[in-house]
């Protein structure tokens, strides 16, 4: 009963993330992506990756993170997604 919990408590955390994620701006979704190690270049083409890739990357990486991790990340985007661009 408890992992059911946790995983429903997960799932509700990543459901607030892709709200936060999309008030950043693309250099502070990219700092995101970098902090969760997912890739933004094709190392063998060296291409840019779509920003479908990039999101869906993103999202997989926090969903399977520890709750506590998860808890972390989502105050510190959170507090990013609320300053006005001018702001910073």
């Known amino acids: ?3 059911q919990k946790n995983k ?3 799932l509700a955390l990543t459901e607030k ?5 999309s008030r950043l701006s693309p ?3 990219i700092g995101v992506a970098t902090i969760l190690c997912v890739p933004v270049v094709n190392y063998v083409s060296k ?3 779509n920003f479908v890739t990039i999101w869906s990357s993103i ?3 926090f969903y399977h993170l520890s709750l506590k ?5 989502l105050k510190i985007i959170k507090d990013a997604s609320e ?3 001018g702001a910073k």
């Open 69 to 73: 991790k998860k808890k972390e990340y």
């Open 8 to 10: 429903d408590i997960g």
């Open 47 to 49: 291409e840019p990756e």
């Open 1 to 3: 009963m408890k992992k």
């Open 59 to 61: 999202v997989d990486k």
């Open 83 to 85: 300053v006005p661009n």
């Open 27 to 29: 250099v502070e979704l």
């Open 17 to 21: 993330l892709t709200v936060y994620l």
